[in-house]
């Protein structure tokens, strides 16, 4: 067991919307990344997705209202509702979600990465 510094975290990639495994907890992985820009629209059918803002502002996009979240701020999206992310500057967020949990849920995009692929850091 040992305890997880995100700061050091953060600094060890410079690539956007490329989530980092940093932890697992009872089937569900503990994710950071550095978004900037927008990500593609999709939803996730089976599974709820946290995010929580640890620098800068990230919105989540959905049909009928967007949520603006600013650092120490956090949303859960819940399984099924089609949403997209993005931060107009560079935004370092935490994800937590299924291990099962598709990058792009069952939207194909270059700016995927499979689930197989992600890496723990």
């Known amino acids: 067991m040992q305890k997880?510094?995100?700061?050091?975290?953060?600094?060890?990639?410079?690539?956007?919307?490329?989530p980092?495994?940093?932890?697992e907890a009872n089937g569900q992985y503990v994710k950071i990344a550095k978004?900037?820009?927008?990500?593609?629209?999709?939803?996730?059918?089976?599974?709820?997705?946290l995010f929580l803002?640890?620098?800068?502002?990230?919105?989540?996009?959905?049909?009928d209202q967007a949520i603006h979240l600013g650092?120490?701020?956090m949303f859960i999206v819940p399984k099924g509702v089609k949403?997209?992310?993005?931060?107009a500057d560079e935004t370092y967020i935490m994800m937590i979600e299924p291990k099962s949990t598709a990058h792009s849920g069952n939207v194909e995009s270059e700016m995927a990465v499979p689930t197989e692929k992600q890496e723990w850091i």
Do not use: C, P
């Open 4 to 18: 997880v510094n995100l700061a050091e975290k953060y600094e060890l990639f410079n690539e956007h919307f490329t």
């Open 20 to 23: 980092k495994i940093i932890g």
């Open 35 to 49: 978004i900037q820009g927008d990500f593609v629209w999709h939803s996730h059918e089976q599974e709820d997705e």
């Open 53 to 63: 803002v640890f620098k800068g502002v990230l919105t989540i996009a959905m049909k």
């Open 71 to 73: 650092e120490g701020e």
């Open 83 to 87: 949403h997209r992310t993005l931060a």
